[in-house]
């Protein structure tokens, strides 16, 4: 599995339009093959910080995200409106359990 987490900083008044970009490629995200979880928060601390988390079955799948339209759309309206460079860490995961 392959986790992958993003925070974006933007203007105060431009975190609305970030939020909604995100969440409207959501379900197209989630539809791609290989997609366990498209998450979007915005952060309660800084009224200028969004984090997203994706879950994705292995690199490939996460790799096809990065190449997708959803992608690039979303570069397309973030990029002009971030105030630092974004930061995206990725990490290798093996899932141990699922607890309900």
């Known amino acids: 599995m392959l986790i992958a987490i993003l925070d974006v ?47 994705w079955n292995d690199e490939a799948s996460f790799a096809g995200y990065l190449k997708s339209d959803a992608f690039a759309r979303s570069g397309e309206v973030l990029r002009p409106i971030m105030t630092a460079a974004p930061v995206s860490r990725r990490f290798r995961a093996e899932l141990l359990e699922t607890v309900a």
């Open 9 to 55: 900083n933007t203007a105060a008044p431009d975190r609305p339009a970030a939020l909604a970009q995100l969440d409207g490629e959501r379900d197209q995200v989630r539809a791609m093959a290989g997609n366990l979880a498209f998450r979007v928060y915005a952060s309660r601390e800084d009224e200028t910080r969004i984090t997203v988390v994706h879950e």
